[in-house]
């Protein structure tokens, strides 16, 4: 049995490996059940984070955790990102914040657990961290009820209009804001 | 004023040697960096400073994870010599190994992407404007599935050792950046493999935030000469362990 390899800062320079064309993309085009996730990281002076990278990874929504290929279909012939056929649901989503640390996500709401897992990396991160975004709050959630209300209200995405939820990433506290949740799994 | 590399180095041996005192008095080993690791000063402001929650939920989605197929990847991306019309400059390098879980059971059929610096050291990243040359025939991203086994291959160059402005006088040791799936969004990985014997080790931050002395050699590949090709290139082995619980129930072969 092997000790794990150590984690290291995904650094500065992932930009032309890491991100795909509709990457942010995991609702198949068109879908009117489709809703929006978005927000800004931040940093522990409250200043967005530029160069950090979202991962997404969520259930169906029939409840499948079972995922699917094609997040980032590649055309044989020039090598180039095609993107996802748009039929299946594959769960998975990458996102870089933006110059103005800001982040967009248009996905199917997920069946069963209503929360979609968030992996964040950034320069000046040295280990990725774990957060949710819950899209309805979930009486009897196990994470949920085992919080102080305002620990567990960073963890609740924000309704700001039809189908549009504002989730915010704070790495670390301060005086006025409260720091996000961050999540590891036994 | 930029700060010196003295500062820089005494700060890591400090917190090398706090790390070796806690063992020694019984406290817990750790694979990973410590997210508040303040020589590498832009973690300062961006690691959480409460605990983090630990979920023991059985049902977590966390558990399962994506996954990835033939249509993610093409046979030319893990060739990073042959994205170009022409040879791109450098030493030609070979980069293999497996990917294993922490039971040691080989991770089939994920996805590894990795990205590096070219030759001489240089990003093929706007932001990357340091004086040293760009390469045409070199970009310095590359991805692969893993086989059966677990196994990924790469050919790409041996990248050169970069500046950076955590200090006055910061390089970088040589390193390939690596990204890796295991079959739950728990085993999530990023990390840097380095090249054995580098003289930089000793003074770069980002390295020595693993303060663990076994688990930094983790991220050393080993340099094996059956892995060389005459007349072509130099092989490394490099190991992958992720860490992290998997759902039980996820089926062989998938
Ligand atoms: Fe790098």
């Known amino acids: ?186 | 004023m930029a700060e010196t590399q003295e500062t820089i180095s005494a700060e890591i041996a400090e917190l090398r040697d706090a790390y070796a005192k806690a063992v020694a008095d019984g406290g817990p080993r750790s694979d990973h960096p410590a997210r508040d690791y303040r020589p590498y000063r832009s973690s300062v402001l961006r690691h959480p400073k409460r605990p983090l929650v630990t979920v023991r939920d059985p049902e977590a989605v966390e558990l399962s994870g994506p996954v990835f197929g033939v249509t993610d990847v093409t046979d030319l991306d893990s060739d990073l010599t042959r994205q170009h019309s022409g040879e791109p400059q450098g030493e030609r390098i070979t980069v293999t190994g497996r990917v294993l879980d922490r039971a040691g059971r080989p991770v089939r059929g994920q996805l590894v992407e990795i990205w590096q610096a070219n030759a001489a050291g240089r990003y093929a990243h706007q932001r990357d404007q340091h004086p040293a040359p760009l390469d045409p025939n070199f970009t310095g991203v590359g991805r692969c599935l893993t086989d059966d086994e677990g196994r990924y291959a790469f050919t790409t160059i041996k990248p050169g050792p970069y500046p950076w402005r955590n200090h006055d006088n910061a390089w970088r040791p040589a390193h390939i950046h690596f990204s890796l799936f295991g079959t739950a969004f728990t085993q999530r990985l990023i990390t840097q493999m380095y090249f054995p014997g580098d003289p930089l080790f000793r003074y770069d931050p980002i390295m020595q935030s693993v303060t663990d002395d076994a688990a930094r050699q983790r991220m050393v590949a080993e340099y094996v000469h059956d892995l060389s090709v005459p007349e072509w290139s130099m092989g490394y082995r490099w190991d992958i362990v992720l860490d992290g619980p998997a759902a039980t129930w996820i089926e062989e072969g998938r």
């Open chain 1, 1 to 186: 049995m092997g000790l794990p390899t150590p984690s290291q800062t995904v650094g500065p320079f992932y930009g032309y490996a890491l991100p795909f064309t509709g990457g942010g993309q995991i609702a198949p085009t068109g879908d009117p059940a489709a809703v929006t996730l978005h927000g800004y990281v931040l940093d522990g002076a409250g200043e967005p984070i530029p160069d950090a990278i979202l991962e997404f990874w969520q259930a169906a929504p029939d409840g499948s955790r079972a995922g699917a290929p094609g997040s980032l279909r590649r055309d044989p012939v020039t090598g180039t990102v095609i993107g996802r056929h748009g039929l299946d649901f594959t769960g998975f989503g990458r996102v870089p914040t933006d110059a103005d640390g800001h982040y967009a996500l248009r996905t199917l709401p997920p069946g069963g657990a209503p929360y979609i897992s968030v992996c964040v990396f950034a320069r000046g991160l040295l280990h990725h961290l774990y957060t949710r975004a819950y899209l309805a709050d979930a009486p009897g959630d196990p994470l949920l009820t085992s919080l102080e209300p305002e620990r567990r209200a960073t963890l609740l995405a924000t309704p700001e209009r039809d189908g549009v939820y504002r989730f915010d990433i704070y790495l670390q506290g301060n005086e006025t804001n409260e720091e996000t949740v961050f999540l590891a799994f036994a």
